[in-house]
């Protein structure tokens, strides 16, 4: 393994940053960035460069949990990281390395860290110990309290290019146009379109989402039969994940230990995974409205393979503001609204908007 970043797709101007902290890291990194990124893929990289330098078989040790000097700290059960676990985290980053010259701590779901657990590790944060580094992963500063945030180095991530998506996936031995489909779906998340490759419903789940305007009807019943086939949609694309999940539970299982928190681990995984396909469902339906504005103006379009009859169906200004109303949607369930409540109160107020 010559580059430990080698097989991260985009992110470009993110690698080549941490390659040069790896020299000389901070003492505490916040990786921020929406769901499904990579932002935790590049973290426990970065990790395995801080720890192991050069060394491949350490790299390899370190990308596979497997490296007495890297902690991963997670959440205790299904929803939070509790103070409890922090201040065992503390105890430990007091002590010195096992294996080499440094201790790297990895929250990669740092921000369900709860506020007292956060401030039990504001502390080690002002005091660091000389050989520990702290690489915390979450969605955004605001998960965490000001005074933790304000003490990591914070590193952003942003969604990735269509284009390099695609090459990404090509230069896994992904066929082209399942690379161009998957990477247009996952709206610029690798870790979604690396799910999403192999998948060929791909085209299905795009599609249920692009006739949603042609639909939609002034019928409140006709909402509720939308948002779940929808909703539905969803099921074959998270199938690969699950089988790749039950696989990984059966391995820990015999191997009889840690198959609770994997478990645990899994269930959140795959809640991500769905959220991430409802919003890039939503993102897809915001692009046939965008595009059916744009059209009527001459501009491109980034759904070329939707009719021009189609999109000539609703005047620019009502195609503006039906895709304003689809992306409240998506705010709506960032605050954890019901999606099939959500999608049918949308598809209800697009029918009523003719």
Known sequence: MDDVFGDVIGHAAVVDLL???VE???QAYLFVGPASVGKASVARRFAAALLCGP???CRRRALAGNHPDLVHVEPDGRSAITVDQVRHTVSQASLAPFAGWRKVFLFEEGGVMNDEAANALLKTLEE?????VFVL????EDELPDTVASRCRTIVFGRVADTDLAAGLVARGVPPDQAERAGRISGGRPGLALALA???EVAEFRHAWLSVPLRVSEHPGDAYVLADEVAAACGPLLAALRNDQAARNAAAEEEGGGYRSLKERNERELRRATAALYVSGLEILAGFYRDAAAAQYGAPVRNPDVPATAL????PAAAVANAERV?????ALQANQRPTLAFANLFADLGAAG
């Open 19 to 21: 390659r040069r902290e």
């Open 24 to 26: 000389r890291p901070a």
């Open 55 to 57: 060394d491949a078989g």
């Open 128 to 132: 660091p110990t000389a050989s520990t």
């Open 137 to 140: 992963v979450a969605e955004s």
């Open 198 to 200: 192999t998948r060929p």
């Open 312 to 315: 000539a169906s609703m005047l």
């Open 327 to 331: 992306l409240e949607t998506i705010e």
